[in-house]
């Protein structure tokens, strides 16, 4: 490792004591001294996109603002770098997530001994930094699909000093040359286990990633490996990360628009109680209710208020319609091979009555076949979580 050039100490003590703050607890040693050891701004290009706050992004570009840019990367803030198809397809992420993230693949003392550890979702590069902050470069690989991004973050790891394995490819295949791993820590989110993960991680060894389903892009998966090729873990309550992208040619077609109505009805369940922000129901009903996805409507074309709600595989969509007055009752149309309502009222009713569990109290097995098996565990017991697509969808 070549000497890193500084990050600015006042933004540097400011990032801590935001990351500190944020975390409620003080970082151990190592962590501490890598997030001062990597200087932020050498990983960031010079046009960012913050949050505004009501939805979108502005833009933070360092040709015009150059001081704003600076306080920016040293902001305990995500900021993206990245669009494709204006959505955001890359970014640095915030780092107390990062940091969490650390914390709970358990790199312990960190140095030499720690063992191999995995990237998944280069980037910048800033994530991998801090690992070889860490750990020692000798033992860090990092793997990114978007070769551009790839090149990027080894030239920015480069210019601050680092200097792991970075590789191009994509991800869902592990990177097989560096393997086995203690630790595989992944940077985005992903709905399943790819098997290749299972396969590259010792007995023992931690998987870490964030979650993601349909219906709710929230949770972070811990798992331990063991003997058997088999790993179990947890859910843990916080981070929303960008979904793992998949190489061209293997994504979906999407949800078709709607088409001809077939079933109208009444429901009683509020549309809000499903999608308006509950974190563990719609955790829930992502596991349960495979591939559904809901946008509100508040454009009054249809209603007041819809919920609308499609199928990633399938024409079928369903709509929940509030006429600004009654709060018991909306009206629902349904279409499609799939009643999407039915499923929402069914895995919301199944929440209810496991007493409304929280992320935190759902576990995770998972093989190298591809077999998930999702339990919550209540107050009265352990429950298995049903959900159609788990084995299927593993290719
Ligand atoms: C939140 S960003 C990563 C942040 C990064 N670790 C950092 O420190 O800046 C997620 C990254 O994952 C990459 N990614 C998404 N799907 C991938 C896949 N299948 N294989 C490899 N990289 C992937 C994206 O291109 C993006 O750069």
Redesign the pocket.
Known sequence: MKTSPAAPTAHADRLLADVTELLGRQLPPGYERALRTVPRHL?LPGRLWLRDGEGGYRLCDRSTDPDGWLTAAYLDI?LV??FTDGL??????MPSM?LRTLLLAGLDGGGAGAGRVL????????????LCAFLGEGVVS?????PV??AQ?ERNLEAAGFAPAVS??????GWPPGAPYERVI???SVDRVPPAWLEQTTAGGRIVTPWTSAWCRYGTLELTTGRDGTAHGRFHAFAS???????RSCQGTGPAAPGHAQHRGVTSLSPWRVAGGDLDAEFHLGLTVPGASFAWDTSGEYAPTRLHIADEESPSWAAVDYDGRSADRFTVTQAGPRLLWDEITTGYTCWEMLERPRIGQYRLSVNMAGDHTVTVETGRGTSEIANPTWRACIT
């Not at 955001?88 to 992420?93: D, E, K, L, M, T």
């Not at 990237?119 to 801090?130: D, P, R, S, V, Y």
């Not at 990360?241 to 190489?247: G, K, N, T």
Request: net charge negative; hydrophobic share 40%.
């Open positions: 990983f995500p770098t990245q955001p397809s890359s970014s640095a992420s990062v990237e998944l979702g280069t980037g910048t590069g800033f994530n991998a930094a801090l990092t793997v990114e699909l978007d991004l790839a973050g191009c490819g994509d991800a869902a295949e992944a940077t985005f990360f960008m979904p793992m992208q998949r190489p």
